[in-house]
């Protein structure tokens, strides 16, 4: 997607030329490299919320219950995640109980039309 979409070229200092960097083929050249920094990253984070827990606003976790929801309990594949994200998203429940009741909602009607819907076709 980078190599497609990236035309621009900049000029950098390699090796004392003045040659071009292609910034798209840089990020294809180092792409396990930049695969491997995101490995371990979200459940290694995620423990670091549960520490700081008592710390985080009642605003922040506004804001944080609809992603946890959304991206920790719905997508989440790693399961190294989910006690974090649940306890996490408990606490968002404790403290912002109608936002995230609503967002969660919403979730669940669209599944159940989504099935409802689905049952007409076979």
């Known amino acids: 997607m980078l190599a497609a979409g990236v035309s621009k070229t900049i000029l950098a200092e390699q090796a004392g030329a003045g040659k071009p960097l292609d910034i798209a083929a840089t990020f294809v050249e ?6 491997s920094l995101s490995k371990g990253y ?3 984070s995620m423990k670091l919320f549960v520490a700081v827990s008592t ?5 922040d976790y506004q804001i944080l219950g609809p ?18 994200a ?8 404790e403290r912002n109980p109608m936002d995230l ?10 599944l ?8 007409f076709t076979d």
Do not use: G
């Not at 159940?112 to 049952?119: D, E, N, P």
């Open 30 to 35: 180092h792409r396990r490299l930049i695969d």
């Open 42 to 44: 979200p459940p290694k």
């Open 55 to 59: 710390l985080i606003a009642n605003e």
């Open 67 to 84: 992603i946890l929801w959304q991206h920790c309990m719905l997508d989440n594949v790693d399961s190294s995640l989910t006690a974090s």
């Open 86 to 93: 649940c306890f996490l998203l408990m606490q968002c429940a």
């Open 101 to 110: 009741l609503a967002v969660i909602e919403v979730d669940m009607q669209t």
């Open 112 to 119: 159940a039309t989504f099935f409802y819907l689905y049952s």
